[in-house]
């Protein structure tokens, strides 16, 4: 982080600390006006933040100062950006609809991006209309996507997003956890001669989704009796042909995606395929034009006008300045309640770093936890500690106009609550209001609501495709806005390498005939002997 622009910031917060949010909206009757934005069918209102005029711009210094611009340039162009894997970031050429080359070392990647969006789009109109049908000639109403981590939350959570927009006869399944149970649970809900399982893994070598796609064979070819009739209900998302077709997939059953495709940053590439099919070629394409609109939007907005970065540099300032530890998102809108999850994914995953683009520690905080439910759920379990508990949780609210099931007056009852909610945050109510509503003395101190809590409020018609494209991007250049202020790489994920190698060395300890010599700590050897006791009984 730029440390000269960073003083002049901490020096604005100390001020703005002592302030109340009802001060900034009495003394400026035009503060929700001017800190308001649109952009690819969304509005930001981010006006009740705990920030003046001037604290807002001097943040906006420090992103511009950080070297934003620059990095936006770099990664838009193909620049091995992801500096410790010496990668180009390229997950905005999958929805780059301009019709412009985008070079990776002097290649124009952009021929091979369309050449496989019409792969899958024709794949996808085969299994929609029974062009391809199963081994034994029955038509395909299963998806099951086997896969985790970014070749699954993607397309988990958008299959639900726009679930209005399937086709109704096809079902979808996420298999991604190695827990059996996942597996066991879902095939038992479907039949193998209507089902299509998609193998994703931009490795093709995940512990997990190989072991789940082993079992899912040996499952399907038990059921229909043929090995021959995994060709036609197997097909791969990945990067690793060789892997693919040691797998036994056919190659022209692959769908190819590259290394410059960060896995969280997938869901554009065929990692997309499952919600392809589910809601068709026509959906997926509007789908992208919204992410296309809003990487546009951040590439060439003012900093004062670019949500993604407003939206970055408020949260840096409760993460560094007001020392917020937490973010909630809370969309109101069941169809996004798989949206936090995801974004859990695409900003710790990113952002979760101590040490930064030059290897050395950090001296602040970077990422942070971002968990969410959606409303009005939480207002009935957590809501309270958002109201009166101790910590400071900036949130963001997420809400449309129109429901995709208008019934009764859910809708309206469901935004009255949306709209109270960041009001009742903001505001709160003081000793004074509860004393002349007549409360007890004895209770003023437990009624009292301090307000001054942070949101943003994100507002749009109606959660179409490519609305929901556009969402997910401004989260994804959000995440690279603050990578970028705290300089640190937010396309390598290095933290997650050393479970994964103890994991493969226990593995055998726990299954040996003969009891092993264990030389873990004392904890972990303990843990290992029980374990393996219960196992043999
Ligand atoms: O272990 C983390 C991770 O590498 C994620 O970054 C990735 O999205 C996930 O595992 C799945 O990886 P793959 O697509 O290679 O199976």
């Known amino acids: 982080m730029n440390k000269s622009a960073w003083e002049f910031v901490e020096r604005e917060v100390e001020a703005t600390k002592k302030r109340h949010m009802r001060e900034f909206f009495e003394s400026d009757p035009t503060r929700a006006d001017r800190f308001t934005v ?3 069918g969304w509005t930001l209102d981010y006006s009740k ?4 005029p001037a604290l807002l711009h001097i943040l906006l210094a420090l992103a511009e100062e950080s070297g934003l611009r620059e990095a936006t340039e770099a990664m838009f162009s193909g620049l091995p950006y992801n500096n410790t894997e010496k990668r180009a970031v390229l997950h905005t050429a999958l929805r780059n609809r301009s019709g412009g080359a985008i070079r990776v070392n002097g290649e124009d990647v952009m021929p091979q991006i369309e050449a496989v969006l019409e792969k899958m789009g024709s794949f996808t109109n085969d299994v929609r209309t029974g062009i391809w049908r199963g081994h034994t000639g029955k038509t395909i109403r299963n998806i099951v996507n086997i896969g985790i981590g ?3 939350l993607g397309p988990a959570m958008a299959c639900e997003a726009l679930h209005p927009f399937s086709k109704k006869s096809m079902r979808t399944f996420f298999v991604s956890n190695i827990d059996g149970t996942h597996l066991a ?7 193998a001669d209507q089902t299509l399982f998609i193998v994703a893994s931009k490795t093709f070598t995940t512990q997990e989704t190989m072991t789940n796609a082993n079992s899912a064979r040996e499952w399907l070819i038990k ?3 043929d090995d021959a009739a995994v060709a036609k209900h197997f097909v791969a998302v990945s990067t690793n042909s060789e892997k693919v077709a040691e797998f036994g997939i056919d190659p022209a059953n692959m769908f190819v995606f590259w290394d410059w495709v960060g896995g969280r940053y997938s869901l554009t590439s065929a ?3 499952p919600l392809m099919i589910y809601i068709g070629h026509k959906n997926f394409l509007r789908m992208l034009r919204g992410f296309h609109a809003m990487d546009r939007h951040f590439r060439t907005a003012p900093l004062n006008r670019n949500m993604p970065v407003l939206m970055a540099v408020l949260g840096v300032l409760y993460n560094n300045g007001y020392g917020a530890e937490s973010h909630a998102v809370l969309p109101y809108d069941q169809y996004l309640s798989r949206l936090p999850a995801y974004l859990q994914q695409l900003d710790m995953e990113s952002n979760g770093k101590s040490i930064n683009r030059n290897g050395e520690r950090v001296g602040f905080q970077t990422g942070p936890i971002i968990w969410g439910e959606p409303g009005t759920n939480g207002q009935h379990a957590f809501y309270q500690l958002l109201h009166q508990g101790t910590k400071l949780i900036p949130a963001d609210f997420i809400g ?3 429901s995709q099931n208008p019934l009764g007056d859910h809708h309206d009852k469901l935004m009255a609550n949306f709209f109270a909610q960041t009001e009742a945050l903001a505001f709160g109510k003081s000793a004074e209001q509860c004393r002349a509503e007549g409360v007890p003395e004895e209770l003023v101190p437990h009624k009292v609501f301090e307000g001054n809590r942070p949101t943003n409020t994100l507002l749009a018609d109606a959660l179409t495709p490519d609305v929901f494209g556009a969402l997910i991007a401004l989260y994804e250049h959000k995440v690279f806005t603050q990578g970028v202020i705290w300089n640190i790489n937010s396309f390598d994920q290095w933290g997650v390498e050393l479970g994964k190698v103890l994991a493969g060395r226990i593995l055998p300890e726990l299954t040996a005939a003969e009891e092993p010599e264990l030389t873990h700590d004392s904890s972990t050897n303990g843990l290992i002997r029980r374990y393996r006791a ?4």
């Not at 649970?185 to 039949?191: D, F």
């Open 38 to 40: 649109s952009a690819a």
């Open 49 to 52: 933040n705990r920030f003046t």
């Open 150 to 152: 970014g070749s699954d």
């Open 185 to 191: 649970e879902t095939l038992a809900q479907i039949k």
């Open 223 to 225: 059921e229909l009796g």
């Open 271 to 273: 990692i997309g395929l």
């Open 400 to 402: 449309f106009c129109k």
């Open 534 to 537: 219960a196992r043999a009984k």
